[in-house]
Protein backbone atom coordinates (compact mmCIF):
# COMPACT_ATOMS: atom_id res chain seq x y z
CA UNK A 1 0.00 0.00 0.00
CA UNK A 2 2.96 2.42 0.99
CA UNK A 3 4.29 1.37 -2.47
CA UNK A 4 1.45 2.80 -4.28
CA UNK A 5 1.24 5.45 -2.38
CA UNK A 6 4.81 6.50 -3.04
CA UNK A 7 4.26 5.98 -6.68
CA UNK A 8 0.91 8.38 -6.70
CA UNK A 9 3.02 10.63 -5.00
CA UNK A 10 5.98 10.18 -7.60
CA UNK A 11 3.78 10.99 -11.01
CA UNK A 12 1.64 13.96 -9.10
CA UNK A 13 5.26 15.88 -8.76
CA UNK A 14 5.83 14.51 -11.92
CA UNK A 15 3.05 16.02 -13.39
CA UNK A 16 3.11 19.02 -11.76
CA UNK A 17 6.81 19.75 -13.03
CA UNK A 18 5.92 18.80 -16.33
CA UNK A 19 2.80 21.93 -16.50
CA UNK A 20 5.53 24.47 -14.66
CA UNK A 21 7.71 23.50 -17.53
CA UNK A 22 4.86 23.96 -20.32
CA UNK A 23 3.63 27.09 -18.52
CA UNK A 24 6.91 28.38 -17.88
CA UNK A 25 7.49 27.82 -21.97
CA UNK A 26 4.35 29.30 -22.89
CA UNK A 27 4.95 32.35 -20.42
CA UNK A 28 8.17 32.97 -21.94
CA UNK A 29 6.72 32.82 -25.46
CA UNK A 30 5.78 35.88 -26.96
CA UNK A 31 5.91 38.11 -30.53
CA UNK A 32 7.15 41.43 -29.08
CA UNK A 33 7.68 45.21 -30.68
CA UNK A 34 10.67 47.39 -28.94
CA UNK A 35 13.48 49.88 -30.84
CA UNK A 36 15.99 48.63 -28.78
CA UNK A 37 16.92 44.58 -27.86
CA UNK A 38 18.61 46.60 -24.37
CA UNK A 39 15.38 48.38 -23.81
CA UNK A 40 12.89 47.92 -20.74
CA UNK A 41 9.96 49.35 -22.82
CA UNK A 42 8.24 46.28 -24.71
CA UNK A 43 4.99 45.36 -26.10
CA UNK A 44 4.25 42.11 -26.24
CA UNK A 45 1.89 39.31 -26.53
CA UNK A 46 1.53 35.78 -25.92
CA UNK A 47 2.98 33.42 -28.70
CA UNK A 48 -0.08 31.31 -30.35
CA UNK A 49 0.28 27.78 -30.13
CA UNK A 50 -0.02 27.87 -34.28
CA UNK A 51 3.18 29.69 -34.57
CA UNK A 52 5.10 27.85 -31.60
CA UNK A 53 4.31 24.67 -34.11
CA UNK A 54 5.42 26.72 -36.96
CA UNK A 55 8.68 27.69 -35.39
CA UNK A 56 9.31 24.11 -33.68
CA UNK A 57 8.56 22.17 -36.68
CA UNK A 58 9.44 24.92 -40.25
CA UNK A 59 12.82 23.76 -42.24
CA UNK A 60 15.63 26.46 -40.75
CA UNK A 61 18.57 27.17 -43.14
CA UNK A 62 21.86 28.46 -43.00
CA UNK A 63 21.47 32.47 -43.01
CA UNK A 64 24.60 34.07 -42.95
CA UNK A 65 23.36 37.85 -43.99
CA UNK A 66 23.78 40.62 -42.17
CA UNK A 67 19.91 41.15 -41.15
CA UNK A 68 18.28 44.79 -41.55
CA UNK A 69 17.12 46.48 -38.65
CA UNK A 70 13.82 45.58 -37.14
CA UNK A 71 11.12 46.47 -34.39
CA UNK A 72 9.44 42.77 -34.18
CA UNK A 73 10.76 40.01 -32.82
CA UNK A 74 9.83 36.28 -31.35
CA UNK A 75 11.03 35.06 -27.79
CA UNK A 76 10.98 31.01 -27.47
CA UNK A 77 12.72 28.25 -26.02
CA UNK A 78 15.09 30.63 -24.39
CA UNK A 79 15.48 32.37 -28.12
CA UNK A 80 14.68 35.83 -29.71
CA UNK A 81 14.22 35.94 -33.36
CA UNK A 82 14.16 38.75 -35.76
CA UNK A 83 10.66 39.39 -37.77
CA UNK A 84 11.45 40.64 -40.88
CA UNK A 85 8.02 40.92 -42.53
CA UNK A 86 8.92 42.50 -45.89
CA UNK A 87 11.46 40.14 -46.69
CA UNK A 88 9.58 37.12 -45.51
CA UNK A 89 11.72 35.96 -42.59
CA UNK A 90 12.31 35.09 -39.33
CA UNK A 91 15.75 35.09 -38.34
CA UNK A 92 17.93 33.62 -35.01
CA UNK A 93 21.34 35.67 -35.50
CA UNK A 94 23.23 34.36 -33.15
CA UNK A 95 23.09 30.91 -34.64
CA UNK A 96 22.87 32.11 -37.87
CA UNK A 97 19.84 30.37 -39.24
CA UNK A 98 16.16 31.37 -40.68
CA UNK A 99 13.24 30.54 -41.74
CA UNK A 100 12.73 32.10 -45.08
CA UNK A 101 9.55 32.34 -47.30
CA UNK A 102 7.49 32.48 -44.64
CA UNK A 103 4.04 30.76 -45.76
CA UNK A 104 1.00 32.96 -46.34
CA UNK A 105 -1.24 32.15 -43.46
CA UNK A 106 1.54 32.52 -41.05
CA UNK A 107 2.48 35.71 -42.93
CA UNK A 108 -0.68 37.23 -42.26
CA UNK A 109 -0.79 36.18 -38.66
CA UNK A 110 2.13 37.94 -37.83
CA UNK A 111 1.18 41.14 -40.05
CA UNK A 112 -1.90 41.54 -37.84
CA UNK A 113 -0.12 40.76 -34.51
CA UNK A 114 2.46 43.57 -35.67
CA UNK A 115 -0.18 46.04 -36.51
CA UNK A 116 -1.71 45.39 -33.17
CA UNK A 117 1.08 45.55 -31.28
CA UNK A 118 2.53 48.65 -32.91
CA UNK A 119 -0.74 50.62 -32.19
CA UNK A 120 0.24 50.43 -28.20
CA UNK A 121 3.69 50.39 -28.89
CA UNK A 122 4.33 53.99 -30.24
CA UNK A 123 2.73 57.41 -30.24
CA UNK A 124 0.61 59.04 -32.80
CA UNK A 125 1.76 61.46 -35.11
CA UNK A 126 -0.33 64.68 -34.62
CA UNK A 127 0.30 67.53 -35.88
CA UNK A 128 1.92 70.65 -33.65
CA UNK A 129 -1.48 72.77 -34.55
CA UNK A 130 -3.36 70.14 -32.79
CA UNK A 131 -1.13 69.16 -29.92
CA UNK A 132 -0.90 72.57 -28.89
CA UNK A 133 -4.04 72.60 -27.84
CA UNK A 134 -4.05 69.30 -26.05
CA UNK A 135 -0.69 70.27 -23.96
CA UNK A 136 -1.62 73.93 -23.29
CA UNK A 137 0.82 76.21 -21.58
CA UNK A 138 1.02 75.32 -17.84
CA UNK A 139 -0.19 71.96 -18.41
CA UNK A 140 1.49 68.65 -16.85
CA UNK A 141 1.74 65.28 -18.43
CA UNK A 142 4.67 62.76 -18.52
CA UNK A 143 7.15 61.51 -20.56
CA UNK A 144 8.42 58.20 -22.29
CA UNK A 145 11.74 57.41 -23.66
CA UNK A 146 11.01 54.45 -25.88
CA UNK A 147 14.52 53.28 -26.43
CA UNK A 148 15.49 52.87 -22.43
CA UNK A 149 11.28 52.69 -21.33
CA UNK A 150 12.54 55.60 -18.58
CA UNK A 151 9.78 57.96 -17.77
CA UNK A 152 9.46 61.18 -15.88
CA UNK A 153 6.86 63.89 -15.55
CA UNK A 154 7.23 67.83 -16.50
CA UNK A 155 4.96 71.19 -17.14
CA UNK A 156 5.35 73.01 -20.53
CA UNK A 157 6.05 76.61 -19.15
CA UNK A 158 6.00 77.98 -22.97
CA UNK A 159 6.53 78.05 -26.80
CA UNK A 160 4.61 79.09 -29.36
CA UNK A 161 6.15 76.75 -32.08
CA UNK A 162 7.23 73.96 -30.09
CA UNK A 163 6.83 72.77 -26.59
CA UNK A 164 9.32 74.40 -23.89
CA UNK A 165 8.94 72.04 -20.51
CA UNK A 166 10.73 71.48 -17.33
CA UNK A 167 10.72 68.80 -15.35
CA UNK A 168 8.54 69.01 -12.13
CA UNK A 169 10.67 67.57 -9.83
CA UNK A 170 14.55 67.14 -8.55
CA UNK A 171 13.62 63.08 -9.00
CA UNK A 172 11.85 63.88 -12.21
CA UNK A 173 15.15 65.60 -13.51
CA UNK A 174 17.46 62.83 -12.20
CA UNK A 175 15.76 60.28 -14.40
CA UNK A 176 16.00 62.66 -17.23
CA UNK A 177 20.05 62.58 -16.39
CA UNK A 178 19.86 59.19 -16.45
CA UNK A 179 18.35 58.81 -19.84
CA UNK A 180 20.96 61.24 -21.13
CA UNK A 181 23.94 58.79 -19.47
CA UNK A 182 24.34 61.48 -16.25
CA UNK A 183 25.47 64.16 -18.92
CA UNK A 184 23.00 66.70 -20.52
CA UNK A 185 23.41 66.97 -24.12
CA UNK A 186 21.24 68.42 -27.34
CA UNK A 187 20.72 64.71 -28.92
CA UNK A 188 17.55 64.34 -29.81
CA UNK A 189 15.83 60.99 -28.24
CA UNK A 190 12.75 59.74 -29.80
CA UNK A 191 9.95 59.89 -26.84
CA UNK A 192 6.16 59.72 -26.51
CA UNK A 193 3.89 62.29 -24.53
CA UNK A 194 1.20 60.36 -22.46
CA UNK A 195 -1.11 63.14 -21.68
CA UNK A 196 -4.63 61.62 -20.27
CA UNK A 197 -5.81 59.09 -23.16
CA UNK A 198 -3.26 60.84 -25.65
CA UNK A 199 -0.25 59.14 -26.23
CA UNK A 200 1.88 61.39 -28.90
CA UNK A 201 5.30 60.81 -30.65
CA UNK A 202 7.68 63.60 -29.81
CA UNK A 203 11.23 64.23 -29.47
CA UNK A 204 13.06 66.16 -27.20
CA UNK A 205 16.75 66.84 -26.31
CA UNK A 206 18.55 66.87 -23.11
CA UNK A 207 20.13 70.59 -22.37
CA UNK A 208 18.93 72.94 -20.07
CA UNK A 209 18.87 76.64 -21.64
CA UNK A 210 17.38 79.86 -21.11
CA UNK A 211 14.34 80.19 -17.81
CA UNK A 212 13.63 78.05 -15.18
CA UNK A 213 10.81 78.76 -12.25
CA UNK A 214 10.51 75.31 -10.92
CA UNK A 215 13.02 74.27 -7.90
CA UNK A 216 13.84 70.98 -9.35
CA UNK A 217 18.34 71.21 -9.94
CA UNK A 218 17.40 71.76 -13.71
CA UNK A 219 19.00 75.07 -14.60
CA UNK A 220 16.59 76.34 -17.47
CA UNK A 221 13.99 74.27 -19.93
CA UNK A 222 14.21 71.82 -23.05
CA UNK A 223 12.31 71.67 -25.94
CA UNK A 224 10.04 68.96 -27.45
CA UNK A 225 8.78 68.70 -31.06
CA UNK A 226 5.65 67.45 -32.54
CA UNK A 227 5.24 66.85 -36.32
CA UNK A 228 5.40 69.93 -37.86
CA UNK A 229 6.90 71.99 -34.70
CA UNK A 230 9.72 74.41 -36.33
CA UNK A 231 12.31 76.18 -33.99
CA UNK A 232 12.35 79.45 -32.43
CA UNK A 233 15.01 80.75 -34.74
CA UNK A 234 14.61 79.42 -38.28
CA UNK A 235 10.97 79.13 -37.87
CA UNK A 236 11.33 75.40 -39.97
CA UNK A 237 11.21 71.94 -38.98
CA UNK A 238 14.59 70.35 -37.44
CA UNK A 239 15.58 67.26 -39.63
CA UNK A 240 17.10 65.56 -35.98
CA UNK A 241 13.92 66.29 -34.39
CA UNK A 242 11.74 64.99 -37.21
CA UNK A 243 13.56 61.76 -37.49
CA UNK A 244 13.15 60.94 -33.93
CA UNK A 245 9.39 61.67 -33.96
CA UNK A 246 9.36 58.81 -37.09
CA UNK A 247 11.51 56.77 -35.00
CA UNK A 248 8.39 57.30 -31.90
CA UNK A 249 5.88 57.03 -34.09
CA UNK A 250 7.12 53.63 -35.68
CA UNK A 251 7.56 54.67 -39.20
CA UNK A 252 11.28 55.55 -39.80
CA UNK A 253 11.96 52.27 -41.13
CA UNK A 254 8.58 52.95 -43.88
CA UNK A 255 10.31 56.81 -44.45
CA UNK A 256 13.77 55.51 -45.42
CA UNK A 257 12.74 53.71 -48.51
CA UNK A 258 11.92 57.27 -50.51
CA UNK A 259 15.03 59.59 -48.55
CA UNK A 260 16.38 61.50 -50.79
CA UNK A 261 20.66 61.75 -50.78
CA UNK A 262 20.89 64.97 -48.69
CA UNK A 263 18.80 63.68 -46.26
CA UNK A 264 20.58 60.35 -45.82
CA UNK A 265 23.87 62.67 -45.21
CA UNK A 266 22.01 64.32 -42.41
CA UNK A 267 20.44 60.84 -41.25
CA UNK A 268 24.07 59.76 -41.59
CA UNK A 269 25.84 62.37 -39.21
CA UNK A 270 23.35 62.75 -36.93
CA UNK A 271 22.94 58.72 -36.11
CA UNK A 272 26.63 58.67 -35.90
CA UNK A 273 27.06 61.77 -33.42
CA UNK A 274 24.18 60.36 -31.12
CA UNK A 275 25.87 56.47 -31.52
CA UNK A 276 21.99 55.78 -32.74
CA UNK A 277 22.62 51.95 -34.15
CA UNK A 278 19.26 51.50 -35.07
CA UNK A 279 18.80 55.01 -37.02
CA UNK A 280 22.36 54.09 -38.77
CA UNK A 281 21.64 50.48 -39.66
CA UNK A 282 18.31 51.30 -41.76
CA UNK A 283 20.60 53.58 -43.98
CA UNK A 284 22.74 50.58 -44.82
CA UNK A 285 22.71 47.68 -47.34
CA UNK A 286 23.46 44.38 -46.26
CA UNK A 287 27.00 44.07 -47.11
CA UNK A 288 27.60 47.19 -45.10
CA UNK A 289 25.69 46.67 -42.01
CA UNK A 290 28.29 43.50 -41.57
CA UNK A 291 30.97 46.40 -41.76
CA UNK A 292 29.17 48.25 -39.37
CA UNK A 293 28.98 45.37 -36.59
CA UNK A 294 32.96 44.85 -37.58
CA UNK A 295 33.91 48.54 -36.85
CA UNK A 296 31.32 49.72 -34.04
CA UNK A 297 34.55 50.83 -31.76
CA UNK A 298 35.49 53.05 -34.67
CA UNK A 299 32.02 54.62 -34.51
CA UNK A 300 31.83 54.97 -30.69
CA UNK A 301 35.01 56.35 -30.81
CA UNK A 302 33.36 59.57 -32.74
CA UNK A 303 32.34 61.83 -30.07
CA UNK A 304 30.90 64.53 -32.21
CA UNK A 305 30.41 64.97 -35.66
CA UNK A 306 28.32 67.97 -37.08
CA UNK A 307 27.56 69.14 -40.57
CA UNK A 308 29.72 72.59 -41.62
CA UNK A 309 28.71 73.28 -44.82
CA UNK A 310 25.34 73.45 -46.77
CA UNK A 311 24.00 70.92 -48.59
CA UNK A 312 23.35 70.79 -52.39
CA UNK A 313 19.86 72.54 -53.49
CA UNK A 314 20.13 70.76 -57.02
CA UNK A 315 20.94 67.19 -57.56
CA UNK A 316 20.30 65.40 -60.68
CA UNK A 317 17.52 63.26 -60.31
CA UNK A 318 18.42 61.15 -63.19
CA UNK A 319 21.81 59.79 -61.99
CA UNK A 320 22.57 56.45 -61.03
CA UNK A 321 25.72 57.48 -59.10
CA UNK A 322 26.64 61.03 -57.57
CA UNK A 323 29.11 62.12 -54.54
CA UNK A 324 28.26 64.65 -52.16
CA UNK A 325 31.11 67.19 -50.58
CA UNK A 326 30.30 68.51 -47.07
CA UNK A 327 32.40 69.64 -44.51
CA UNK A 328 32.28 68.70 -41.43
CA UNK A 329 33.35 69.14 -37.55
CA UNK A 330 34.86 65.56 -36.35
CA UNK A 331 35.90 65.27 -32.76
CA UNK A 332 37.71 61.77 -31.41
CA UNK A 333 41.06 62.24 -29.68
CA UNK A 334 41.26 65.30 -31.71
CA UNK A 335 39.11 68.27 -33.25
CA UNK A 336 39.17 68.18 -37.16
CA UNK A 337 37.34 69.80 -39.48
CA UNK A 338 37.61 68.43 -42.83
CA UNK A 339 35.55 67.82 -46.42
CA UNK A 340 33.67 64.23 -46.23
CA UNK A 341 32.73 62.60 -49.54
CA UNK A 342 29.64 61.19 -49.19
CA UNK A 343 29.15 58.25 -52.31
CA UNK A 344 25.87 57.31 -53.44
CA UNK A 345 24.65 54.53 -56.13
CA UNK A 346 21.91 52.90 -57.60
CA UNK A 347 20.67 50.02 -59.90
CA UNK A 348 18.16 51.67 -61.82
CA UNK A 349 16.31 55.26 -61.36
CA UNK A 350 13.29 53.03 -59.28
CA UNK A 351 15.52 52.16 -56.84
CA UNK A 352 16.30 53.68 -53.45
CA UNK A 353 19.41 55.43 -53.02
CA UNK A 354 22.01 53.59 -51.32
CA UNK A 355 25.46 55.52 -49.12
CA UNK A 356 29.08 53.50 -49.84
CA UNK A 357 29.25 53.20 -45.93
CA UNK A 358 32.86 51.31 -46.70
CA UNK A 359 34.33 54.78 -48.96
CA UNK A 360 32.68 57.11 -45.70
CA UNK A 361 34.10 54.97 -42.78
CA UNK A 362 37.91 54.88 -44.48
CA UNK A 363 37.49 59.00 -44.73
CA UNK A 364 36.30 59.00 -41.05
Known amino acids: MKKIIVLILICFLFIQQEEQIFAHSEDSSYTIVQTNSNTDYQTKEKLSKQLQKYLNHSEWVDYNTTPGPTDFFIQHNNITYSIHLNEGAIIDSV ?3 AIVNISLPILRLLQDNYKTLKK ?3 GEKKPWSTVNGIIPKYEKFSILDIDTGLRFN ?9 ADVQPLTKEDT ?5 IYNGKWSWDRRAIIVEKDSERLAASM ?8 AIQNNFPGHFCIHFFESTT ?19 VWL ?9 EIVEAFIISVNQHDGFVL ?3 LDSEDRKLLQNSTKDIEAIQHLKRLSPLPEKLHSDELQLEIPIKVHIHKNETVVKTLRFPFYRETHLDRWKLNFEDILSQL
Open 120 to 122: HHY
Open 174 to 178: AIMKE
Open 95 to 97: HKK
Open 232 to 250: HASKKEDFAHSIMIKKAAG
Open 281 to 283: SSL
Open 154 to 162: VQRRAGASH
Open 254 to 262: ENIQNMSPN
Open 205 to 212: HGMPHGRG
